[in-house]
């Protein structure tokens, strides 16, 4: 399990250093000048000149890129071109937002997909499984963005069940914090329960016409206990490297919902420097972003060691 872990560990280097420099590269190619975006179009040359060698834009791509590289090796992000605030307290805190978000639609999906899946699963074939099969191609099928409009408007808007924008910090309101992450949650989590109530139903019914399952009820145990105690722990394997996808399919989606419910989070940083050219809070972004979804695959690869101990051995 050690060299598992120190094995993924170090593949993670190489794929972070690549997504610096691609985005590096990418942000220098748009036709944004965050100069202009700053100054104003009417700014003379001479000013433009004076403010990029304030920057540190004037200096060649390549010595730009290594100064950024150093400095965030010792944990500095840069400071953002338009509020000069340091980056990293600043996307500290928008991932927070962004991470309970995406946590709490994961676990609302899971309340729902696993269950639903193994209900399925259990009743193949029946009414119950068409109902279910149903049921996820509809949240399939159904985009995150609309959802989350619909359940602004009709639980926000007219029922006034829930806020419509805005965030409360936990430590400030925890109930008005709970309340506030409801509708996105459940925007995001509709998607990743179809999925993975399809996934856990495709697994369980492979576990349970598998032939251990077989030789079980062969010696009389009961259907229930074969459920929980076998089938089921045996079909979590594949379901695993579903949730990680997911979960990082999550922390991209919350992007577009944040924006809907106006949650000052990691979207809205995202979107905000894009639209400004804060090359700085864009470049940091993005490497927060990759660096949340290779921990989200680190640790599935350790769960997935944890259950199949043939992978241990990899």
């Known amino acids: 399990m050690r060299r598992l872990v120190v094995s993924r560990l170090l593949s993670v280097i190489p794929i972070l250093l690549a997504v610096s420099l691609f985005t590096f590269l990418l942000t220098r ?8 975006q700053i100054l104003g179009p009417g700014a003379s040359d001479a000013d433009r000149a004076e403010y990029a060698q304030k920057l540190g834009l004037d200096l060649p791509l390549a010595q730009q890129f290594l100064a950024w590289l150093g400095a965030a090796l010792r944990g500095d ?7 000069a605030l340091p980056v990293a307290p600043t996307l500290l805190d928008g991932v927070s937002v962004t991470l309970c978000l995406a946590l709490a639609g994961m676990v609302l999906a899971l309340c729902m997909g696993i269950p639903l899946g193994i ?10 499984d068409r109902l279910l099969s149903t049921i996820v191609s509809l949240g399939l099928a ?6 989350a409009l619909l359940l602004s408007l009709a639980f926000a808007v007219h029922l006034q069940w829930f806020q419509v924008v805005g965030y409360t910090p936990f430590s400030q309101d925890p109930v008005n914090w709970a309340r506030g992450l409801v509708l996105p949650a459940f925007a995001l989590s509709v998607h990743t329960a179809s999925v993975l109530a399809r996934q856990t139903r495709s697994a369980m019914i492979d576990a349970m016409h598998s032939s251990y399952v077989h030789a079980l009820r062969a ?30 399919v999550l922390v991209g989606a919350s992007v577009a919902v944040e924006r809907i419910f106006a949650v000052p989070a990691l979207g809205t940083l995202l979107i905000d420097s894009v639209v400004r050219g804060d090359f700085p809070v864009l470049q940091g ?14 640790a599935t690869d350790v769960g997935y060691g944890l259950v199949n101990p043939k992978v241990r051995a990899h």
């Open 29 to 36: 190619m748009t036709s944004t000048d965050p100069v202009t």
């Open 77 to 83: 992000l840069g400071v953002s071109l338009y509020t």
């Open 119 to 128: 209900w399925a699963a259990v009743r193949h074939g029946s009414w119950a």
């Open 142 to 147: 159904v985009p995150s963005i609309w959802l």
């Open 219 to 248: 010696r009389g145990l009961p259907p229930r206990l074969i459920v929980v105690r076998y089938a089921v722990r045996n079909a979590m394997s594949p379901v695993l490297s579903v949730m990680a996808i997911q979960m990082s």
């Open 285 to 298: 972004a993005v490497v927060v972003v990759a660096t949340i979804v290779l921990l989200v695959n680190l």
